[in-house]
């Protein structure tokens, strides 16, 4: 599905980020590189349009976290996050982008707050790059304090 999604729209940066998801999630790492290279991109030439466009940021770090590349991570997500301070999506973004370079503490922060924000909680539960969170006992914290609110 991912495949077709980018041929059908070669230059939406999301679906070339969900196919290169798809490789990663499929240990296609390689793939899966040269593919988020294009999602940044192509997310780039987006910014230049629009350079306040939050949520393409957001993409951007989570791409560069795939990636395992930390500092571009972090300075694309922080640049979103001072264009929008309360965005449920992107704290959830920050989140996913935490717990991808292994700040299980910040994870756990910013989903509690995207949860307060209006994020669903099977957004969380479903995500498989967040995983490595659900054996903690702060995820069980999180949905009891979902299903509370």
């Known amino acids: 599905m991912f495949e077709k999604a980018v041929e059908l729209q070669p230059n939406a940066e999301v679906f070339v980020g969900n196919l290169a998801d798809g490789y990663r999630w499929s240990g296609q790492r390689a793939e899966a590189d040269r593919t988020y290279d294009r999602a ?32 571009s991570a972090r300075r694309s997500m922080s640049d979103a996050r001072t264009i929008d301070k309360t965005s449920a999506d992107l704290l959830y973004n920050e989140a996913v982008m935490s717990a991808l370079l292994g700040d299980k503490d910040r994870a756990f922060d910013d989903l509690n707050q995207a949860l307060k924000g209006g994020l669903p909680f099977s957004s969380i539960e479903t995500d498989p790059d967040l995983v490595k969170l659900r054996g903690d006992p702060r995820f069980a914290s999180l949905r009891t304090s979902a299903q509370h609110r």
């Open 40 to 71: 940044i991109a192509l997310a780039l030439k987006a910014l230049q349009v629009n350079s306040r466009d939050a949520a393409i940021k957001g993409s951007l770090a989570l791409y560069y976290a795939k990636k395992g590349e930390t500092a």
